[in-house]
């Protein structure tokens, strides 16, 4: 069974760091590109960042741009998101996703498999 579980959250103050961990179990993370998508309250999910299946092209939602980097190690089946310099607005559940695909896309509806989220909260 294809599953993703997201780890890594929890609660930082202002300017601090968090890495995120997205880890596939069931397949094999190579023939998939991931995204990084968050959703606040009372806002619509919206994708923050991703990475395709080699890893040579990455992508960033301008609200991001230096300041979140993704990668990934296939051989640990393991996709990163490391956020530095952390805002208030950055506070969401952050959700992987999968898409078949070696490139990568933008919407949600583009990824079919998610993983359960994982709360980001900072705060001071």
């Known amino acids: 069974q294809l599953q993703l579980v997201e780890s890594g959250g929890g609660l930082v103050q202002p300017g601090g760091s968090l890495r995120l961990s997205c880890a596939a179990s069931?397949?094999?993370?190579?023939?998939?590109?991931i995204g990084w998508f968050r959703q606040a309250p009372g806002k619509e999910r919206e994708g923050v960042s991703c990475?395709?299946?080699?890893?040579?092209?990455?992508n960033y939602a301008d609200s991001v741009k230096g300041r979140f980097t993704i990668s990934r190690d296939n051989a640990k089946n393991t996709v990163y998101l490391q956020m530095n310099s952390l805002k208030l607005e950055d506070t969401a559940v952050y959700y992987c996703?999968?898409?078949?695909?070696?490139?990568?896309?933008?919407?949600?509806?583009?990824?079919?498999?998610w993983g359960q989220g994982t709360q980001v909260t900072v705060s001071s």
């Open positions: 990475i395709s299946s080699s890893g040579g092209d990455t």
């Open positions: 069931g397949f094999t993370l190579d023939y998939y590109a």
């Open positions: 996703a999968a898409r078949y695909s070696s490139g990568c896309a933008i919407y949600a509806r583009h990824f079919g498999s």
